[in-house]
């Protein structure tokens, strides 16, 4: 036992748990071992020794509760120690306090909660604020902040910053500074409530409500996350659903005895204590959730998300859960679309298991909410939330009765796409777009006043610097040809075979390498001096991508900082751009039978810009053609389709042998794909016709995959 102990104090994970598995098969395997050790474990948690024997004796407390091989005189103890660890130091210590209380409640009942719960609350109001004039960092805190004023954006941010008390330093000190012991407290208390079960309901009242509350409005965002899964406890304690349905151990540490009762006589409840889904307590809960659920860091909104579902599933009365869902709905809803992809898994599964088959019900009933969120949230300073509330805008009019979202097109949703049409972030821009043409098809005669602008807005993602915003582009726009017929297919053919035609004047990058001698046989040499080349990729600006500070501007604003995708860092499109957006909206015309005669009659220009090859970037231009050939002669048809195939095997087979690893893959897949649907005798004998030389290329391609 003592070697199972030493290991538990050690100071490597590794020896804690291996200790740890000792001593549990120790207590297994009986021989009276459990007096002993409790005995010593107790002497473990004296708090003037190291963390490592007070972690040791607080792992091997939790070991000998689970294990049920203790009495309550053993249990008082422990709880009298914990008391004096709450505060450690050592953060570790801290949270396994909470451990042992919560396992101790699910033992008891709330007696101890009772016991506790004066230092742990108290211990959560003196730590919610804290005092920027007179505070003492420690050399940790000093470090953080020191890194944070060196980033700070201008000499007079970095001097703010460096008085304490000023509004600058308090907002580093948020998120740089710990808060003490507020989080393991936070933690202990949620331990505990989840051990006393629905036994805690006659302990949930107002005061202590309040004082959750403040912890869920909290200015550091770790606090909030602990706030919102202790509520999560609360609900879940409510709803009876952590009752713990094991059985108390008797006097003498062996056998078991019945279940205690919920708290007896340790202790009273407050006057105005009462359920958590009464709609005395419910509605206050239910505003604070939803404010959760609109939270700026995904680790809050999943927490919320976690109280809320369990919170929603455990409400009977009906008029109550319509109350909460006037304002719950629009948060869950958005939230299928985060992009945090924990939040939206999370959301997905909550929205299915909470209405059910009645989604489009409820939507409809609480469309007015539902679109009041939305254009609230595509102005949100989180341009993640904006590509949400993007995606959801597009949802309503894909799958709501068109009757019940026609009047707020015109008014509301359309302008907020609009608004994000114009974002910063390149997400926001694609997402934008797609609702739009999503909207255009649903609603044509409220759209066609805004008409002049959408194309002004289309033809801008076509020809944007993300190569996905071009697609996505081409296929909303595609929705107008459509719906608007001749008047539209003409405007976009003809300005497409103007993009296309203006590839040519791409400008020769290798100009910049005098040196070298111009020509295509010198081009993989130019690429070579083009890549490194140390100015183009030195002192150059650095962006967070994975940040969620609202660094994009909404709305073509500008701010400091952002990804590439900000339109402060945003460059005029170039040339090909330009013809590579209009490769893909060639091949949404074709698919479209009022639009083929006239789509079909660009596709030489499609093959003549293939051909322009002087520039850098011409083999992603070439890798687009690729993709989409295929695809263009299955919506013209064999006969059509082959009147124009000679014309792109040059460029077919010049990708599929140039070096380009992406666009030979996609011109191995373009003539896998051709040969497949034309047949591969029709192939190769058009290969043949062209250059018999080229067969060897296109065998070893239709060689590596079975016909």
């Known amino acids: 036992m003592d070697d199972a102990l030493q290991l538990m104090c050690s100071k490597i994970r590794l020896d804690r748990d ?154 580093i000190l948020h998120d740089t500074a710990g808060w003490k012991a507020l989080e393991s407290s936070m933690k202990c208390l949620s331990a505990m409530v989840k051990g006393c079960g629905v036994r805690f309901d006659s302990y949930i009242d107002q005061e202590f409500l309040d004082l959750i509350y403040v912890a869920l409005t909290h200015v550091n965002r770790f606090v909030r996350e602990t706030a919102f899964l202790l509520c999560g406890s609360l609900v879940m304690g409510s709803a009876g659903e952590l009752e713990d349905s094991s059985l108390t151990p008797s006097a003498g540490g062996g056998e078991t005895a019945a279940k205690p009762s919920s708290g007896g006589d340790s202790g009273s409840a407050g006057s105005n204590a009462g359920n958590i889904f009464s709609r005395g307590l419910g509605l206050e809960f239910a505003a604070h959730l939803a404010k959760g659920l609109s939270d700026n860091w995904s680790q809050v909104r999943w927490a919320a998300s976690v109280a809320t579902r369990s919170f929603m599933l455990n409400v009977s009365d009906v008029a109550l859960r319509a109350e909460y869902l006037k304002m719950l709905l629009p948060r869950m809803c958005l939230n299928r679309y985060y992009v945090a992809e924990g939040v939206r898994i999370y959301s997905q599964e909550s929205w299915r298991r909470i209405v059910g088959e009645q989604g489009c019900t409820l939507v409809m009933q609480h469309m007015d909410d539902m679109v009041q969120f939305y254009v609230s949230e595509s102005r949100a300073d989180n341009h993640a939330v904006r590509e949400a509330a993007c995606s959801c805008i597009a949802e309503l009019g894909s799958k709501i009765d068109a009757d019940a979202v026609r009047p707020h097109v015109s008014s509301a949703l359309l302008p907020a796409l609009i608004d994000c049409f114009r974002d910063d972030s390149w997400p926001v821009r694609d997402a934008a777009c797609i609702a739009s043409g999503n909207f255009v098809k649903c609603f044509p005669d409220e759209c066609k006043p805004s008409l002049p602008v959408l194309y002004e807005l289309f033809l801008a993602n076509l020809s944007d610097n993300i190569p996905s915003v071009r697609q996505g582009a081409a296929t909303a726009v ?63 600006q650095m962006y967070s991508c994975g940040s969620l500070a609202p660094k994009m501007g909404r709305g073509g604003q500008v701010h400091e900082g952002g990804c590439s995708g900000a339109s402060k860092f945003r460059r005029p499109a170039e040339p090909w751009e330009l013809g590579d957006g209009c490769i893909h909206l060639v091949a949404e015309l074709c698919a479209i039978k009022a639009a083929q005669v006239k789509a079909t009659a660009l596709l030489p220009c499609v093959a003549d810009a293939c051909r322009v090859r002087h520039y850098t970037h011409h083999f992603a231009f070439i890798e687009s053609m690729c993709k989409v050939l295929p695809g263009i002669a299955k919506s013209l048809g064999k006969r059509p389709f082959k009147q124009h195939l000679e014309s792109f095997l040059p460029s077919l087979f010049y990708a599929l042998d140039g070096g380009n690893m992406l666009a030979s893959a996609a011109a191995a897949e373009c003539l896998y794909s051709l040969a497949h649907y034309l047949g591969p005798t029709i192939l190769r004998g058009r290969v043949e016709q062209l250059d018999p030389n080229l067969l060897d290329s296109l065998n070893r391609v239709l060689g590596q995959r079975a016909m």
């Open 478 to 540: 595609s929705s107008v040809a459509n719906v608007y017929g001749e008047e539209a297919i003409d405007f976009l053919c003809s300005t497409a075979k103007t993009r296309l035609e203006a590839v040519k004047e791409q400008a020769d990058e290798s100009k910049k390498y005098s040196s070298l001698e111009s020509g295509p046989a010198t081009f993989g040499v130019v690429k070579q001096a083009h890549d490194n080349d140390m100015a183009l990729h030195e002192n150059q």
């Open 18 to 171: 291996k200790g740890e598995g000792q001593l549990k098969e120790l207590l297994q395997a009986g021989n009276g071992v459990a007096e002993s050790l409790q005995s010593d474990l107790l002497k473990l948690l004296d708090s003037d020794l190291s963390w490592e024997k007070n972690l040791g004796g607080l792992n091997g407390c939790k070991v000998v509760i689970s294990g049920k091989r203790c009495d309550e005189d053993f249990a008082d103890a422990v709880v009298s120690q914990c008391l004096k660890l709450l505060l450690d130091e050592e953060p570790r210590v801290r949270f396994a306090v909470g451990d042992v209380l919560g396992m101790l409640c699910s033992w008891l009942g709330p007696r101890v909660y009772v016991a506790t719960r004066d230092v742990v609350l108290q211990t959560i109001r003196e730590n919610l604020t804290r005092d920027f004039v007179n505070l003492r960092l420690t050399e940790e805190e000093m470090s953080k902040l020191s890194t944070a004023l060196s980033s700070a954006t201008s000499d007079s941010t970095a001097i703010e910053a460096s008085q304490p008390g000023t509004p600058a330093a308090e907002q």
